[in-house]
């Protein structure tokens, strides 16, 4: 059973991850895609919590990392989710079954885009990976900020509600 | 405050040792990786498989999204569409001459970076013309018109000149357009030096206009034998009025003497293609008034005439 859950979180990236770099490109503005793999990223974190968000995160990053369009150093994608996931899933609220408000929602995904694009840029900053100035690199993530903003609303709740579906019983630790 | 502050942290999830273990060790994970390839090749069998694995998927969904992609092309109005056509043949039609055209275009590029290195080597300034009429045969004169007049500087007894060599002289000129004296008319006469010996004489046409035409060259020292390859260059006059000196004319190719004449005649090839004129540039004084743009002598010659 777990198997299946972990293998429908990985196809579940996977399409994420194809529609980035394929669909969105068609609409992108000024070459800025949503992050659609953030977003199943801050889904899972507030329904599943940091532990399996992290590792979400992970994987979906590596995938953003190895999949062919990308050249970049392997692993800046994978660590900007992880701390994404991390920090989204310590923001749920706890108890079984908890929904966040919307608001908190929109919000949670607006922080994690934020975090999770300025990290994979700070990181690129520190490996000089592509040489980008500091305007340029604040004028992508506000891009992707409100790209994934307007996305959220969306996509998140049907996937926090898959997320729940899938979810093991949690034990409570209070 | 700190009530508040109390509720937040009630409402935050408590973090058990597991999941921060679990982060740690992803972090972990992901300064090894990115180690690892800022190294160098080590993750490019896992690139390459997971290109492997995904180009394909990503191959299919872009054919599951075209059509997806292609709806707001569905929505044209026929005057859209007609407009559209209308502005493809335009462009095809521009672009067609464009590549008909481009071979001349080179020759014309090369013809004014000939001029402007003849006016460096002549240090003159030269107003650029193109050759617009050519006087017939029947008028057994060879003279051709040049679109350059008075309003760009040039006058009657000025110096024509292309990146080959002398061409002739500015005979007479309106206001746009001017006649030029060719090299090859009868009524054509230089003053001309040689090349290796600076041995003086006059120049001649011979009232041919052909791709072999020639010149004579009447050396004043009757005894003196030109060599075969050596090169004219005019002596000039006063003023450069009408010839300015140091002008390649043409090369000697055939020496003939004849006991009827105390000098002897000899054959020169003009280096200019007459047949094929088209850009000239007339030499004029430096400070002229054009209402064109004058090709003037380079920086470097500049340089070596101020020397």
New interface residues.
């Given amino acids: 059973m777990s198997l299946v859950r972990g293998f429908l979180a990985l196809l579940l990236l996977?399409v994420a991850?194809?529609?980035q770099?394929?669909?969105f490109p068609?609409v992108a503005w000024h070459g800025v895609v949503p992050d659609l793999a953030l977003l199943v990223v801050v889904a899972a974190g507030l329904t599943r919590?940091?532990?399996f968000a992290?590792?979400l995160?992970?994987t979906g990053?590596?995938?953003l990392?190895?999949?062919?369009p990308a050249d970049h150093?392997?692993?800046?994608w994978?660590?900007a989710l992880?701390?994404v996931g991390?920090v989204v899933?310590?923001?749920?609220?706890?108890g079984q079954g908890s929904r966040p408000e919307p608001v908190m929602v929109v919000a949670a995904a607006a922080a994690a885009s934020f975090l999770g694009t300025s990290l994979f840029a700070l990181?690129g900053l520190v490996?000089q990976d592509p040489v980008v100035s500091v305007p340029d690199m604040l004028q992508v993530i506000l891009v992707a900020l409100v790209w994934d903003v307007l996305l959220t609303p969306l996509l998140v709740p049907p996937m926090m509600l898959l997320f729940r579906r899938t979810e093991p019983a949690r034990v409570s630790?209070? | 405050m700190a009530m508040r502050e109390k509720r937040w942290r009630d409402r935050l999830e408590p973090v058990d040792r597991s999941s921060r273990s679990t982060l740690v060790a992803l972090v972990l994970a992901c300064a090894t990786l990115i180690t690892l390839d800022h190294v160098g090749g080590a993750l490019d069998p896992a690139r390459r498989a997971v290109g492997e694995f995904v180009g394909p998927a990503e191959d299919a969904a872009n054919g599951v999204v075209a059509p997806f992609e292609a709806v707001p092309r569905w929505f044209h109005t026929r005057s859209s569409l007609e407009d559209r056509v209308t502005a493809l043949k335009a462009e095809n039609a521009l672009l067609r001459q464009q590549v008909a055209t481009t071979a001349l275009d080179r020759n014309r590029l090369a013809e004014y970076d000939g001029l402007a290195a003849t006016a460096s080597t002549v240090r003159h300034t030269l107003v650029p013309a193109h050759v617009i009429a050519h006087g017939p045969a029947q008028s057994f004169s060879q003279t051709v018109t040049i679109d350059a007049g008075t309003a760009a500087g040039v006058h009657a007894d000025l110096t024509v000149l292309n990146n080959d060599g002398l061409v002739g002289r500015v005979i007479s000129a309106t206001r746009s357009t001017a006649t030029v004296l060719l090299l090859l008319d009868r009524d054509s006469v230089v003053g001309g030096r040689l090349g290796s010996s600076m041995e003086v004489g006059f120049l001649q046409g011979r009232g041919q206009l052909s791709g072999d035409a020639t010149l004579d060259l009447k050396l004043l020292d009757g005894a003196f034998i030109a060599n075969k390859g050596d090169t004219a260059v005019t002596f000039g006059s006063e003023d450069g009025a009408p010839y300015i000196a140091g002008v390649p004319i043409g090369k000697v190719t055939a020496v003939y003497s004849s006991p009827r004449e105390t000098s002897r005649r000899v054959e020169i090839k003009p280096f200019v293609d007459f047949t094929a004129l088209d850009l000239v540039g007339v030499a004029v004084p430096s400070g002229t008034r054009s209402d064109r743009g004058l090709v003037k002598p380079g920086q470097s010659a500049a340089k070596e005439a101020g020397r």
Avoid: E, K, N
């Fill in positions: 996977l991850v194809l529609l770099v394929t669909f068609h919590g940091p532990q992290a590792v995160g992970f990053g590596l995938l990392d190895l999949a062919p150093y392997a692993g800046r994978a660590l992880v701390v991390f899933g310590r923001i749920r609220p706890p990181s490996l630790l209070a």
